[in-house]
């Protein structure tokens, strides 16, 4: 039998407890350099950011961070991703809603909150 990694969340150092799922992942905006001459010569750096969308049961006291604020506002959080086994993390120490931010809930079916950030990206180590 093999045993698989989980991924944890924390915001502004609180773990979220009540967190389903996480998607992570790494974008940039590198531009490939082709030349009549030469054909393909490389590439130019990009802007690479580290995009988290997270879901969360929402408990009946409410949402463990107001996402919502976050996002109207502007406010930056600082988010850490860590992998529960190997004990690999990547923090983003200013990260943003960059929404939707959305809430949905259904019968028999535990409320659940849909988040994502946006941040500098740093690898997961």
């Not at 001459?37 to 802007?47: A, M, Y």
């Not at 690479?48 to 996402?67: D, H, L, Q, S």
Request: glycine share 10%; no cysteine.
């Amino acid at each position: 039998m093999s045993l698989y990694d989980q991924a944890f969340i924390y915001i502004n150092g609180g773990l979220l407890g009540e967190n389903l799922e996480v998607d992570s992942r790494v974008e940039s905006d590198i531009a490939q350099v082709k030349t009549i001459p030469k054909g393909f010569n490389g590439v130019t750096p990009g802007s690479p950011v580290r995009i988290i969308t997270i879901k969360n049961a929402v408990p009946i006291t409410g949402p463990e961070y107001n996402f919502e604020r976050a996002l109207i506002l502007s406010q930056p959080v600082r988010v850490k991703l860590q992998l529960g086994g190997s004990g690999q993390s990547t923090i983003m120490n200013e990260a943003y809603v960059i929404g939707p931010v959305t809430l949905s809930t259904a019968l028999g079916k535990a409320t659940e909150q849909d988040v994502t950030l946006v941040g500098k990206a740093t690898p997961l180590e």
